[in-house]
């Protein structure tokens, strides 16, 4: 499992050091400031709430309690493996993107473009990483104990809900694109890796 991580958060932290080569002063890649200047441009009121509203649903401060009563749940059931599975996925994607900012350091987009308040570096997305790996977490697990069939559609949910996520933190001008995008591929890859392991162990 330590190996797994240190490999994921490796690749995800080279990939932070390799696109700095192609960024500006302000770091953005032509890539990354076409899309958010496209983004900006197409503002508006609804869209805006939308944003909001998915930036926050992505947010620890929804997934923190989401994960406890899921967790508690399981527990209750006496269903510990997938517990631990959860916990896992969502602590270390945690761990995974805040270990990544602090080193690569990748400035944010310009504070005037911001529609929403935030603190931290911008490599990798949090809300990118977090959302899609706790929301595949909870999919895998729930169909582990609940329902076997509604595996695919949850997973299918799961990540139509991580893609608004990340969308709405290019949209409310506080991460580059490729922020989001390298949050939704360590997530994926560290996701993978520990059901990999876990379907091992279990069998």
């Avoid at 770091?27 to 609804?46: E, K, N, Q």
């Avoid at 916990?87 to 504070?111: D, F, H, N, Q, S």
């Avoid at 069939?149 to 990540?159: F, H, M, N, V, Y």
């Avoid at 939704?184 to 876990?198: G, I, K, N, P, T």
């Amino acid at each position: 499992m330590l190996l797994s991580f240190a490999v994921v958060l490796g690749a995800t932290i080279g990939a932070g050091k390799l696109l700095a080569l192609a960024e500006r002063p302000d770091g953005s890649t032509a890539f990354d400031r076409s899309v958010t200047s496209w983004f900006v441009d197409h503002r508006a009121s609804w869209l805006t709430t939308v944003a909001r509203a998915l930036s926050t649903i992505g947010s620890q401060k929804v997934l923190v309690p989401l994960v406890a009563v899921v967790a508690i749940v399981l527990i209750a059931r006496r269903a510990l493996r997938p517990t631990v599975l959860l916990v896992v996925i969502w602590a270390g994607a945690l761990e995974l993107y805040t270990l990544a900012k602090y080193v690569v350091g990748r400035p944010r987009p310009p504070m005037h473009l911001w529609l929403t308040s935030v603190t931290s570096t911008a490599f990798p997305s949090g809300h990118a990483t977090q959302s899609l790996s706790t929301f595949a977490a909870l999919a895998l697990v729930s169909a582990a104990v609940f329902l076997q069939s509604a595996r695919r559609p949850a997973l299918a949910l799961a990540a139509v809900l991580a893609a608004g996520v990340g969308w709405s933190r290019v949209y409310l001008g506080v991460h580059w694109a490729t922020d989001v995008l390298a949050g939704w591929l360590a997530a994926a890859c560290w996701v993978a890796l520990v059901a990999r392991l876990a379907h091992t162990r279990q069998t």
